[in-house]
């Protein structure tokens, strides 16, 4: 799998959008970009794929690059819950049913 | 909730014991993963079952073993333990997609 680089820790104000960007220059054509968070010593929650295209659901939005080379993870409008170490993962469309291999993350910090 | 359910959430036991950790898979799912988290590293995959039968291997210590049965549950039996297995230990299912995760169960070796 690619490997990917996130920037350790973020911060972001209440309301405002937080914006987390994951750099995966290596990615090959078959691979997703899988998004999750850990929220202080809980288990990992998935909060959204994609691999070309851009994604959206009730949680996220996911905007990938369109030489698929980065991605950024949209919090349209971050509440104190959001704070947690959201970590960025690429895996092959044909290794679905396989493990994710975790990074370090980026701390997300949300403030009031 | 993800419908992932590990048991038990907390436990305490003292160096060359043994224990046993039980996750139970969302309704469905056919594969189970284990997961260490200890406060310096970060999550550490350990194995993975897909039914019953091992599917893939990380980082797991020869003194840790796994087995899934055939109702899907997974037990994780850490034995001759040491401080340093003091941990968050995770378990996930999937079915072919997105990995779920349970609550963990945290092991404190005194």
């Known amino acids: 799998d690619a490997k990917t680089t996130q920037p350790p820790s973020m911060d972001c104000a209440e309301g405002r959008a937080a914006n987390l960007p994951c750099n995966h220059s290596?990615?090959?054509?078959?691979?997703?970009v899988y998004w999750y968070r850990q929220i202080h010593s809980q288990g990992p929650q998935y909060i959204i794929h994609?691999?070309?295209n851009n994604e959206t659901n009730e949680m996220a939005s996911l905007i990938i690059t369109e030489d698929r080379k980065s991605s950024t993870l949209i919090l349209p409008h971050a509440t104190l819950r959001d704070t947690a170490v959201y970590y960025c993962?690429?895996?092959?469309?044909?290794?679905?049913?396989?493990?994710?291999?975790f990074g370090k993350g980026t701390t997300l910090s949300v403030s009031s | 909730d993800s419908g992932v359910t590990q048991t038990p959430k907390h436990l305490i036991t003292a160096t060359g014991q043994r224990v046993t950790l039980r996750c139970s898979p969302r309704?469905?799912?056919?594969?189970v993963y284990w997961y260490q988290q200890s406060l310096d590293q970060g999550l550490q995959f350990l194995i993975q079952y897909y039914n019953g039968e091992e599917r893939a291997k990380g980082n797991i210590l020869e003194r840790f073993s796994a087995q899934q049965f055939p109702d899907l549950h997974s037990e994780l039996n850490l034995s001759s333990l040491e401080l340093g297995d003091s941990a968050l230990y995770f378990c996930?299912?999937?079915?072919?997609?997105?990995?779920?995760f349970g609550e963990g169960s945290r092991l404190t070796v005194l």
């Open positions: 309704s469905g799912d056919l594969s």
């Open positions: 994609g691999l070309k």
């Open positions: 993962i690429v895996r092959g469309g044909n290794q679905a049913g396989t493990a994710l291999i």
């Open positions: 996930a299912s999937s079915g072919h997609g997105e990995l779920f």
């Open positions: 290596t990615i090959s054509g078959n691979e997703y």
